[in-house]
């Protein structure tokens, strides 16, 4: 990946208008290419081991694989992959289960394009990024 590249995305989350909306509000800005969606778990990890993201935003609540699941499964086998946690649930909880499996941020569905923006580049600078909401 050179500088000029985009940042390749993957969007993960049971719910498609969640997807579409993030897709729109993402690729807006011409850093971020979003190269897939998947609406489960299972999809997840199938995606990020044929298409290789830099980063995979990861809806937590899913079922039968949830978040944490699909993010251990993947740091496990694409340790490269930066992954960063999305719920509802402004937890303390939630933020350090998930980073613990191997994510390098987290942000909550209340979060400004801005920070969803700011996280997605600092995670792919190899930093990480927890939203203002937790903070």
């Known amino acids: 990946m050179t500088a000029n590249d985009p940042i390749k995305l993957v969007l993960v989350d049971d719910h498609k208008l ?21 609406a489960s778990g299972a999809e997840a990890i199938a995606c990020a081991k044929n298409l290789k993201p830099d980063v995979m935003m990861m809806d937590i609540n899913m079922s039968p694989i949830n978040g944490f699941e699909a993010t251990r499964e993947i740091v496990k086998d694409n ?51 927890i939203c203002k909401e937790i903070q």
Not at 91 to 120: D, P
Request: glycine content about 6%; proline content about 1%; aromatic content about 6%.
């Open 18 to 38: 969640m997807r579409e909306t993030w897709k729109m509000l993402l690729e807006s800005d011409s850093r971020i290419k979003v190269i897939a969606e998947c």
């Open 79 to 129: 340790p490269d992959i930066k992954i960063i946690g999305v719920s509802i649930n402004n937890q303390l909880s939630y933020v350090r289960t998930i980073m613990q499996l191997g994510a390098k941020g987290y942000v909550t569905k209340n979060s400004t394009r801005e920070e969803m923006l700011e996280a997605i580049t600092t995670v792919q600078e190899g930093k990480t990024f």
